[in-house]
């Protein structure tokens, strides 16, 4: 494994972590046993960096974590996130009907609580505002976050998908040390002015879904996912878009198989080429593409492979929004 630094913080994280919430949400259905085994072989594998939300599954994902987190808790860094609010008290899935967020100090105090019980640990390595809420100045939300640094609760403070101007605003009352927002080759929405920011900031950018949420595989057959998995809502794997999409990844597999190795392993070596600051979070449940994953790491691209892949895109442009209608309007606050 390669390391990479968080933000200024000096610490060293694995160069591709661990996005655990498919072991509980939103991806069909869950193998405990399985996670378990994945996440033993994330600690083999040297990635110490590992990301969960209290809203994935209302918090069980948090529980599953603990198992092996505290035995390992030396070797892992634990990155958890706050906001999404489905009932009073209780941390609710973004994609639930009735769930809103909740970025106030009020929530903060109670969320931070029930992610460390739900993790059995005393302080949670990087805490993350899930979103920015759009009726509560980021300054007051950030505000709230660095008590709970004062207090020893948490030892960093993260964003997620926040725009430019709010990740200045909360950068000015703490440093803000990752911003976390979707990131692959086929959303690029960072590269207009984010990127420009978390680079002169000197803070971390950490991907998420920088598979595409499994689209760069060209292992994905939309038909065939369970229904309960949350791909089957989103405009990109909509019949009108689909067909078009599956070409750009036929030839980007090709292209991968000119480098020696998976589709997947090339999305992950192009997102990691983008910067030293980058660390992506690939989430999976398996240990056999968590194995994969890690391959891209020894995948080296050359300034001619990064230009060849930009006009692959350019000639088979993906169609489709990234995420829902509903989802949207929280990013870039």
């Known amino acids: 494994m390669k390391y990479r630094t968080l933000g200024k913080t000096g610490e060293q994280l694995s160069a591709l972590g661990l996005g655990c919430m498919g072991m509980s949400f939103a991806y069909g259905p869950t193998d405990e046993k399985e996670s378990l085994a994945t996440l033993e072989k994330a600690l083999d594998l040297g990635i110490n960096f590992w990301d969960t ?52 100090p009020a929530w903060i105090k ?55 101007a709010s990740i200045r605003k909360a950068h000015a009352v703490h440093p803000i040390s990752a911003l976390q927002s979707e990131y692959s080759l086929l959303t690029r929405d960072v590269e207009k002015e984010i990127l420009q920011t978390v680079n002169e900031l000197g803070i971390s950018l950490v991907p998420y879904s920088p598979l595409a949420r499994g689209l760069v595989t060209n292992t994905l057959n939309v038909n065939t996912l369970a229904d309960d998995d949350f791909r089957r809502t989103l405009p990109r794997y909509q019949p009108e878009n689909i067909e078009n999409n599956n070409k750009l990844i036929i030839e980007f597999s090709a292209f991968a198989a000119t480098k020696n190795c998976t589709p997947a392993q090339l999305a992950l070596a192009w997102v990691l080429a983008q910067g030293e600051n980058i660390i992506p979070i690939p989430g999976t449940k398996k240990r056999k593409y968590l194995e994969e994953n890690v391959g891209a790491i020894d995948v080296n691209l050359t300034v001619a492979d990064l230009t060849a892949i930009d006009e692959l895109i350019k ?15 929280l990013v870039n606050h």
């Open 53 to 104: 939300a209290d809203m994935y599954a209302n918090g069980a994902n948090e529980e599953l974590i603990s198992k092996i987190l505290v035995p390992n808790r030396d070797k892992i860094f634990i990155a958890t996130k706050f906001g999404f609010r489905f009932k009073d008290g209780i941390a609710g899935p973004s994609n639930a009907t009735g769930t809103y967020f909740d970025g106030s």
């Open 110 to 164: 109670i969320a931070v609580e029930q992610s460390l019980k739900r993790l059995k640990i005393d302080t949670i390595d990087l805490y993350y505002a899930h979103r920015v809420d759009p009726n509560i100045p980021i300054e007051e939300t950030v505000g709230a976050m660095a008590e709970l640094v004062k207090e020893g609760k948490v030892r960093y403070l993260g964003l997620s998908e926040a725009s430019p």
């Open 315 to 329: 000639q088979y442009p993906v169609i489709g929004e990234r995420d829902s209608e509903g989802a949207m309007k």
